[in-house]
């Protein structure tokens, strides 16, 4: 028994059971360049499920997660990363970069979609998804009857 206390003891010295804090994982998909936001939702979704919240964690996930064309669009953060809110500064660069703006979305809405091998409500999802809410339902109903051939 007294072997037994002290191993204990000499364990809880080594190893005190206050500085181990347990290591979680996310598992975070490759970076979407096409729809950084997207992209986003998803690892913050994974960061959720894993309960991380330390800002310099969140911060490292995505440094590792970006791809090397992406990376120079952000090297100055990396480099010189700012003292507080670092996720929040590389997640405001990275959309700010890759992301489509309203303008751009109304044109690509306007030159054309077609219907293709789509199913009509998966077409009329994608011309919302596009439309980013600039559109009112009138207008995305003509551009949907346009893509159905009518």
């Not at 206390?5 to 059971?17: C, G, I, M, R």
């Not at 999802?125 to 596009?130: E, G, I, T």
């Amino acid at each position: 028994m007294a072997s037994n206390q002290q191993e204990q003891t000499l364990a809880d010295v080594l190893v005190p059971s206050a500085s181990i804090e347990a290591a979680t994982y996310a598992k975070i998909p490759p970076f979407w360049k096409e729809n950084p936001a997207l992209w986003f939702a998803q690892i913050e979704a994974a960061f959720n499920i894993s309960r991380i919240t330390s800002d310099d964690t969140k911060y490292r996930y995505v440094i590792l997660h970006l791809d090397n064309t992406s990376l120079p669009f952000v090297s100055d953060i990396i480099s010189n990363p700012p003292p507080t809110e670092r996720y929040q500064a590389l997640k405001d660069r990275i959309i700010r970069s890759f992301d489509e703006t309203g303008e751009s979305k109304l044109r690509k809405l306007i030159r054309g979609n077609e219907l293709g091998d789509d199913k009509p409500s998966n077409f009329l999802q994608r011309l919302r998804n596009l439309a980013g809410g600039q559109c009112n339902d009138s207008i995305l109903r003509t551009l949907f009857s346009f893509g159905l051939g009518q």
